[in-house]
């Protein structure tokens, strides 16, 4: 969700000003997922790499998480939204882990759009987490190594309960995945959009997926 940064600028607005219009946009993207058939929408939130940033902003940034879980959680219940969280969500603020962990109880029943978002998470390291665990079980020896296959390692992933991804949507004109599911990305399909993410709309979601939904997906088979 690329842009906010960029969008503020442009109306010589503070950077946290692109950020609120950025929840903005998730909540119109949100809404407008299951009208359009989309199951599983999964929104990059935070990454591991955006502690980088200058630490006011990623302040602002998590106040503003908990501002959207504490004002949404109650529209998400109703519209029977279930929330699940990937990345190292937990060592985030204990308040705002206290919060997650609400919003997580209040939606698990739900079966409407599963809303996963990605806290504290970078692919790299969560391969890196899952090649550790895996390892752990060969120590341990309740695993032999030469049983060891693809759905092994996929079983240890942040999205073990979560379909592969279908399409990647990228905002504000970037042509690059920034460690985003890049084990789950390995067949999905990549759309880009110069949109800034704050002015993401309905429109922009139906035309990426009727762009999806042209394209012939091979994996790899011819």
Partial sequence: MDG?????????LPRVAGHRAGIEAARRVVRAAPE??????????????????????????MGLLLTYVRSEIDELAAADVRLSYIGEWRQLAPDIVAELERALERTQRNRGLHLVVALNYGAQQEIVRAVRAVAAEVAAGRLAPHAIDRATLEAHLDTADIPP????????????????????????????TPVLWPDFDEIVLREAAEAFARRERRFGGR
Avoid: H, K, M
Wanted: aromatic residues 14%; positive net charge.
């Fill in 4 to 12: 906010n940064g960029r969008w503020a600028r442009q109306r010589r």
């Fill in 36 to 61: 359009i058939g989309i199951g599983t929408l999964t929104l990059y939130a935070f990454s591991s790499e955006n502690w980088r940033r200058p630490a006011e902003e990623v302040s602002d940034l």
């Fill in 165 to 192: 991804v279908d399409l990647v949507i990228r905002s504000s004109g970037e042509l690059r995945l920034s460690n985003f599911l890049l084990w789950q990305c390995a067949y999905a399909e990549l759309w880009f």
